[in-house]
């Protein structure tokens, strides 16, 4: 059992490095959003922090990839210190907050009920601002209208611009969500490959070891120990 478990650590830590590792090329750049994959302890409560401004949009979601039963606890705190959201033995979740305050959200994940399995979490948070699709007003007001864009007007211009930009963030979140439940699903795969290779070892032995009994017992019952005098 104890082999067993360092068994699964260690895949779980493996595959930990190499989700964090794409979430960490995806989510740098100069938005607010963050992606992120870690390892909850057995019998622990981690929490991390999201910095918002007053009146943007919050989406909050997370997913259990990978340890027994694949349950947590989830808890989304206010900076005002209010309880949002509290989930309790959850595989996965999303909520949204549509309107934030000035400060930091707190994300808590509880692992505090499970006293020998950790998990493998996965969760993301999109920050909806006005400033991520005015970012480059002043570059656009500032951009010297030619003889060859006069045709066109700069707003519809922009609002396409706009458009293409919130549909290309979109897609990214639909994608790391995707790629958290691919991977889930191939530790799951390999888990019950493993277990599933396990037992039907066991019961290739138990069925060999049947029928070698069976082959002896049947050898004894045929053999004549008694001798014929004449």
Known sequence: MGCEQRMMSAGLCVLTCLILTVDLTLGFGSNKDMQF???????STECFYQTTARSDSMEVGYQ??????????????SPTG???VSDFRRSDGIHMVDS?????YRLC????FSKLSEKMVFFEVNINS??????GSNEWENMAITESMGEYKMEDIRAQMDSVYQHLERSRQILAVLRALEARDRYLLEDNLWRVSFWSCLSLLVMVFVAVTQIYTLKRLFDDTKRVCT
């Open 100 to 104: 934030t305050e000035d400060g930091d």
């Open 109 to 112: 994940f509880d692992n505090s």
């Open 64 to 77: 259990v990839i990978a340890g027994s039963g694949l349950e947590v606890g989830f808890a989304l705190i």
């Open 130 to 135: 006005e400033s991520n699709s005015v970012g």
């Open 82 to 84: 209010y309880r949002l």
């Open 37 to 43: 994959t870690f390892l909850l302890s057995a019998g």
